[in-house]
Structure formats: C-alpha cells, structure tokens
C-alpha cells in the first residue's frame, strides 16, 4: 500500500516538473523573442534637405519573409494644431534588412515643427504589401524630433553593411547525375534518371534507368541556409520562389509534380529543400 502511494506521489511530482519546465522553456523564448527578435526600425542621417527622412529596418526575414516597400508617418497631436499629420512613401521592395532615404515633403516639417507637445505622439508604420504584413512602431512625439535630430549613419552605409555577398561561394557544391532545363545562371544541363522526359538517357547505363511514374507530395520546405543560387526556380517556379536572401514556397503552390520537387530538392547544392511524399 505504502509503495503503492509512494509511486504515484514520484509519477505526481514528475508529471508537475515536466509541466513546468515547459512552461519555463515556453516563456523562456517568448521572452528571447520578443527582447532580441523583434524588428528593429532606427532612424538616421538623411543625407538629402530638411524634407528627407533616412530609416532602417532590421526583422528576421527567416521567420517572418516578407518584401517592405511602404513606410508612413502619422503623428497623433490631440491638444494642439495640427491635431494630425499623415505622411506615406513607397519604395523599392526590400526583403532583408535596409534602410531608406526617401523624400518626404513638405509634410515632415509640418510633422516635425508640431512635435513639440508632450502629449503628441508619432506612429511609424512598415509595410508589406504584398504579404499583407505591417509593423508599428510607436514614439513619443518629442522623442521623435530628438532621434530625427540627433540621427547618425546614413542609409548608403547601412546598405553597404548589411548587403549579402554572394560573390564567395561558402558552399561546395556537391556532384549530381540528372538533368533539368539549362540552369540561367550557369547554363549546365542536369539530368535525372526520373525523370520521364530523360529516362531515355540513362536506358542500359546499369544505373536507376527507368522512368518512375509521377507521384503527389503531401509537403514541401525550406530548411535554414538558402545560398540564393536560383536552381529551384529555375526547375519548378510554380512551387519555389527566390527572395534576396532565402527561398519560400509560394502560398497556394501545386503539391503534385512529385518529381520536379524531387529534382529541384537535388539540384538544391546545400540541400534544404525537404519534401514529404503524400
Ligand atoms: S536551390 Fe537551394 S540554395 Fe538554391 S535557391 Fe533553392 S533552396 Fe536556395
């Protein structure tokens, strides 16, 4: 009787550590998200006249892909005039981190010129438009006009900074056996004993020869360390798209052509792309 007790008091005590260690780790990196991983929007130098407004933007585009190519300044101003100012500049699409120099009018004088009521406050909008994506970052108005006029670094030197160098290749790229259309970049043929179109090529070479019959994949990703060498869109654009610095698979992409996934998941030189069979 009393072993018995002792046993479900352990199994008890077990079951409420292992419950609240998941609890600790949950929050442990709910905290580490939201202290390092947040986007991070800094304001800087403009290097144009008093209408010109630099910025920068930093997220993790692993995580949350998404090209910016909106920003808008609203100041909200309720105890004096104007009550509010609402300026929006578009721009070049970026999908890593950047940074801006854009011309804002006449507008950011008259938002800056009315920053200067302790209650006013300045509300920066990124967006995305296409991936229906938007941060806020909110100011206090007079801590606005502060960083705008105290801004170091300019938007050319971030850029520079932060510009991926795909120059180097830091991969080797492995040797493979199939073929696929010429790839753009590097006009090589690859071929794929698969591949009903070329399985002719491989007939009585005593390797993998025959054609396979097509199959459905259930899911298709994209595992950290895209080099951006453009191979599987080149193969299967319907399925694959290439930002700047990563790979995503299209919302909505067709999950049927087995093989062209399979054969873009080879050409893959660092081997990212995962695909499930259905
Ligand atoms: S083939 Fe691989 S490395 Fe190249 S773009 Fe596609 S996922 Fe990235």
């Not at 609240?20 to 290097?47: D, E, Y």
């Not at 994506?133 to 206090?140: N, R």
């Amino acid at each position: 009787m009393n072993t018995t007790f002792i046993a479900m008091g352990v199994a008890l005590l077990a079951g409420i550590g292992l419950v609240v260690t998941v609890g600790v780790f949950s929050l442990l990196s709910g905290a580490f998200h939201f202290l390092f991983a947040k986007p991070r929007f800094t304001i800087l130098k403009s290097k144009t006249d008093s209408n010109g407004f630099a910025f920068s933007l930093k997220w993790n585009s692993s995580r949350e892909p998404a090209k910016f190519d909106s920003i808008r300044l609203r100041l909200y101003n309720p105890f004096s005039t104007p009550t509010q100012v609402d300026v929006t500049r578009t721009f070049d699409a970026a999908s890593s981190s950047f940074a801006r120099d854009l011309d804002f009018g006449k507008n950011l004088e008259q938002l800056l010129a009315a920053c200067n009521h302790e209650s006013a406050s300045v509300e920066v909008e990124m967006g995305a438009s296409k991936d229906a994506l938007v941060h806020h970052f909110m100011f206090k108005a007079e801590k606005f006009k502060a960083m705008v006029e105290s801004a170091t670094g300019d938007a050319d030197k971030f850029n520079e900074d932060h510009t991926l160098n795909y120059a180097k290749p830091l991969y080797h790229t492995p040797k493979r056996s199939f073929i696929a259309e010429p790839l753009p970049a590097s006009n090589k043929a690859l071929k794929i004993s698969s591949n009903p179109e070329f399985a002719g090529a491989f007939a009585g070479s005593g390797g993998d020869a025959a054609a396979v019959e097509n199959f459905a994949v259930s899911k298709v990703w994209i595992e950290p360390g895209c080099i951006v060498c453009d191979a599987c869109e080149a193969i299967f654009p319907e399925v694959f798209e290439v930002t700047d610095d990563s790979c995503i698979i299209r919302p909505g992409a067709p999950l049927d052509n087995g093989i062209l996934v399979e054969e873009a998941a080879e050409a893959c030189p660092v081997e990212v792309i995962k695909f499930t069979k259905a």
